[in-house]
């Protein structure tokens, strides 16, 4: 048995999960958010609760959805219009999880954190207590940057990566045991396109990707999810980057199956 499939076999074992979802997975180009995919995930995230996993959601998609209810032809640059749009992107996007989530008979709660909330110690401190609160009480956390009124993120070259960063700090906050980030992408591509099924030390990683300028919508790229990767992973957490629109991604995750690609923690 390989060293892949060996770490595999663990990933059931995990017990708090960080789930990010990112923009282009759950948004159409126009920014207005994609209900098949957004509904297969929740019913996905849903599952997994009920077996008794103790998940947090990070989701991108506010200043999508708000580009795309304020009828902007793209994502706009200027610190005071993407506030606009994520105030107004941030109600739309919750509505359709509360939607969902309803369905699915599972409570969900809004928490949004800047930067200063990871720095200062009492924050930090009300931070975490609330979200063990929520987890206490079976509520499922939904977690985005709070861009509304933290323009140091939305504007800085070191930003929260299309919550990428603010996935792994979240990862630090609860001592979660496993994040999986969702992108469009099968997990890390090596030169010739093929997916790598396992990297052993995450800082080879970057040797095969480029900085990413994502463009359109979203702000991340694989270069800031191997940067979460490292935040986490040095936190003793394994991380897998997959595909969040293929079929069942979050149930083959969590059975072992060979998805995505698994960055092993610090801890293995």
Do not use: W
Request: net charge positive.
């Amino acid at each position: 048995m390989n060293l892949e499939h060996r770490f595999r076999e663990f990933l059931p074992e995990a017990r708090r999960i960080v789930v990010k979802i990112g923009t282009r997975v759950i948004a159409q180009k126009s920014g207005r958010p994609d209900m098949r995919p957004l509904k297969s995930l929740v019913t996905q995230i849903a599952a997994l609760h009920r077996q008794g996993y103790e998940i947090l959601v990070v989701s991108s998609g506010a200043v999508g959805a708000g580009v795309e209810a304020l009828g902007m032809k793209a994502r706009p640059t200027s610190v005071p219009d993407l506030q606009m749009c994520a105030a107004v992107g941030q109600a739309r996007l919750m509505t359709k999880y509360e939607e969902l989530f309803i369905a699915e008979k599972i409570k969900i709660g809004q928490v949004l954190l800047t930067h200063a909330d990871f720095q200062h110690r009492i924050r930090f401190a009300n931070a975490k207590r609330t979200m063990e609160h929520l987890i206490r009480y079976n509520v499922i956390p939904i977690i985005n940057e709070n861009d509304v009124v933290a323009d140091e993120e939305i504007k800085a070259d070191l930003s929260l990566g299309d919550n990428d960063y603010l996935a792994a700090l979240v990862v630090k906050l609860v001592r979660a045991d496993l994040l999986i980030i969702l992108s469009t992408v099968d997990g890390v591509l090596d030169a010739k396109g093929k997916r790598v099924a396992c990297i052993e030390n995450v800082n080879d990683a970057f040797a095969l990707v480029n900085p990413a300028d994502a463009g359109g919508l979203s702000k991340g790229g694989m270069d800031s999810k191997l940067r979460a990767a490292q935040i986490a992973v040095k936190a003793g957490c394994g991380v897998v980057i997959a595909c969040g629109r293929n079929k069942n991604v979050l149930a083959d995750v969590m059975s072992g199956g060979d998805t995505g690609t698994l960055i092993l923690s610090s801890a293995l």
